[in-house]
């Protein structure tokens, strides 16, 4: 079983700042990474597939890097309806979350 | 517009079973993988289990996570377009919000819908 290790746990940052989340996959999953972005009281909501591909919808600001173990979700420049908490996921075989990583404003 | 709405929920005893189901609409349902996803109060997804879509030939494929694994079953109604989860010997780990997602092709299980989740509370 692959598992998804997620950094930092809590992210600090000001509006308007650049947030940096890292995922790590215990083993090589490709690029089969999926990010999700939830809110409280709502259903995650796919940020990014394919380590690097925006989901329909989604904002430039928001882009995702990385392959094998190692993979980044980059907000360039947080906006208010984007503190959340940021999941990622590995579909190589079954899917598998990390544990999320919450950004709060600063 | 696609839509996924479960029911079922309900405060459970441990040992008890529940039937939790999906209706969706704005899809064509039966070629899609669907899966359900649970998230324990103020934690984080875990994945419970999914089924492939269908080709025409093989499909209908189940899969668990090792946490459920001989307890849980997930079934898909295609004619009615409803994913089902039938749990059984329920424990106190298993309460969660359960959401419905539907996968973006038929055996590949990363999600761009959700429902809104069911709440299953298990407790004596």
């Known amino acids: 079983e692959r598992v998804m290790t997620q950094s930092p746990a809590t992210l600090s940052v000001s509006p308007g700042e650049r947030a940096t989340l890292s995922c790590r996959a215990s083993?090589?999953?490709?690029?089969?990474i999926a990010w999700y972005q939830q809110k409280p009281g709502q259903a995650p909501r796919l940020l990014i597939y394919?380590?690097?591909t925006r989901a329909t919808g989604i904002p430039a600001r928001f882009s995702g890097s990385g392959s094998g173990t190692e993979f980044t979700l980059t907000i360039s420049s947080l906006q208010s309806e984007d503190f959340a908490v940021y999941f990622c996921?590995?579909?190589?075989?079954?899917?598998?979350f990390g544990g999320g990583t919450k950004v709060e404003i600063k | 517009e696609v839509q996924l709405l479960e029911s079922g929920g309900s405060l459970v005893q441990p040992g008890g079973s529940l039937r939790l189901s999906c209706s969706a609409s704005?899809?064509?349902?039966?070629?899609?993988?669907m899966s359900w996803v649970r998230q324990a109060p103020g934690k984080g997804l875990e994945w419970v289990s999914g089924?492939?879509?269908?080709?025409?030939?093989?499909?209908?494929?189940?899969y668990y996570a090792d946490s459920v694994k001989g307890r849980f079953t997930i079934s898909r109604d295609n004619s009615k377009n409803t994913l089902y989860l039938q749990m059984n010997s329920l424990r106190a780990e298993d309460t969660a919000v359960y959401y419905c997602?539907?996968?973006?092709?038929?055996?590949?299980?990363?999600?761009?819908?959700w429902g809104q989740g069911t709440l299953v509370p298990v407790s004596s």
């Open positions: 996921q590995h579909y190589n075989n079954w899917p598998s």
């Open positions: 997602a539907k996968a973006v092709g038929r055996v590949t299980y990363y999600f761009d819908y």
């Open positions: 083993q090589g999953v490709g690029s089969n």
């Open positions: 089924i492939s879509g269908s080709d025409g030939g093989n499909d209908g494929s189940t």
């Open positions: 704005g899809f064509t349902f039966s070629s899609y993988a």
């Open positions: 394919s380590a690097s």
